[in-house]
C-alpha cells in the first residue's frame, strides 16, 4: 500500500513542500515516483517520517535528525527509545502542570508554600533513570550529592559557564572550523575542564556524552538553538579531544 504526498502531508500536518525538503537533503525519500511527477510513499516511509516528526517536535534539527536516523536503522528499537523519550517527557510535564496548579491554588488562598512543591518537575533529578542506565548507580549518587552539596551562586556560576561554553560551540561551527582543529581542540578542553567540576571525566564518559547530545534531543538543543548542526560538531570535537588527550 502507498499514499500519495499529498494525502501523506494532509494526515501529518504538514505540506508536500516540506516532504520534497526532507528528500531533497535525504531524510525521507518517496518510495517511487509516478510517470506524472507525483511521489508515492510505501508504509516504511510513513514509519521513517513519524521518527522525523516525533524528533523535530524534540527540537532536534533536520542535520541532527539525519545523523540519528542514520545511526539507528533498526526502527523497532528506534521506536522503542522515543517512546521512552516521550513518556519521560509527558511525566515531567504532569509534574510541572501539578506543581504550577498546587502554586496557583496555595497564592489565591493565602497558605504557605513549600520548595519541593514549587519545583517538582523543574530538577536535574528528572534523568535520574538514565544516567544510572548509561553510567551506574554510582555515577549518579555522585553527581547527586556534588549538585545538593553547591550553593546557589556556585550553581548559577557553573550553569553560566556552560551557556558561555555552548555560545562558543555555536559560534565555532558557524565559522566552519574543523572539529580537529585547535580552536575546536580548546573548546573542548574547556568543555572537558566544566564537565570535571563534578567529577574528572573519562574518554569513554565524554565519547558516550557527545553521542549523546546528538541522539538524544533534550541533551542536543543546548547546543543545536537554530537548527544548525552544532551538537554534532560538539561530538565530533569532543570525541578527537578525549581519544587523544584522555584515558579510561
Known amino acids: 500500500m502507498e499514499w500519495s504526498i499529498q494525502e501523506i502531508a494532509r494526515r501529518a500536518g504538514t505540506t508536500s513542500r516540506t516532504l520534497r525538503h526532507y528528500g531533497d537533503l535525504g531524510l525521507l525519500m518517496p518510495s517511487r515516483i509516478g510517470s506524472n511527477g507525483y511521489r508515492y510513499y510505501d508504509q516504511d516511509a510513513l514509519v521513517r517520517l513519524q521518527r522525523i516528526l516525533l524528533l523535530r517536535e524534540l527540537g532536534l534539527s533536520l542535520p541532527a535528525i539525519k545523523d540519528v536516523l542514520e545511526g539507528q536503522r533498526d526502527t523497532a528499537v528506534a521506536l522503542r527509545a522515543h517512546l521512552r523519550l516521550l513518556e519521560q517527557e509527558q511525566t515531567r510535564i504532569g509534574r510541572q502542570i501539578a506543581s504550577v496548579r498546587t502554586t496557583l491554588h496555595k497564592t489565591q488562598e493565602g ?22 542506565e548509561r553510567w551506574g548507580r554510582d555515577a549518579y549518587e555522585e553527581g547527586d550529592r556534588w549538585w545538593r552539596s553547591l550553593g546557589e551562586g556556585e550553581k548559577k556560576a557553573f550553569q553560566d559557564e556552560h551557556e558561555a561554553i555552548a555560545r562558543d560551540w555555536g559560534r565555532a561551527r558557524e565559522a566552519g572550523l574543523a572539529a580537529d582543529g585547535p580552536e575546536a581542540q580548546e573548546l573542548a578542553r574547556r568543555h572537558c575542564a566544566w564537565l570535571s567540576s563534578a567529577k574528572e571525566p573519562s574518554r569513554s564518559y565524554v565519547i558516550g556524552l557527545g553521542e549523546m547530545y546528538v541522539a538524544d534531543p533534550r541533551f542536543g538543543r543546548n547546543y543545536d538553538r537554530h537548527g544548525d548542526g552544532t551538537a554534532a560538531f560538539v561530538r565530533d570535537a569532543l570525541t578527537v579531544y578525549a581519544r587523544h588527550r584522555l584515558s579510561d
Open 111 to 132: 497558605m504557605e508554600l513549600m520548595a519541593a512543591e514549587v519545583f517538582d518537575g523543574f530538577d536535574h533529578t528528572a534523568h535520574e533513570q538514565e544516567v544510572t
